[in-house]
């Protein structure tokens, strides 16, 4: 029964680290901001990879592969 226990211990806790591991994403735009995320190869951020633009009417436009490497910029419009 111990044993039973611990594994399902052990499970869960697995499981939480693949799901809080994954990568990282940008937080939402705000409404009447212009938002600009680019995704980089590395930590380093020397090579960028994608990006995504988001207009203060809400369009988004992305291109390249998304990472879990990105710096995130807004700007009110």
Known sequence: M???ALLATILGLA???AVTTGPAQARACQLSYTCVTT???DSAHTTVV???FEDCEGNTS???V???YLTFDESPC
Do not use: E
């Open 62 to 64: 992305t291109w390249g």
């Open 66 to 68: 998304r990472t879990g």
């Open 15 to 17: 499981a939480v680290t």
């Open 2 to 4: 111990i044993r039973r």
């Open 39 to 41: 995704y980089y190869s």
């Open 50 to 52: 994608g990006g995504k």
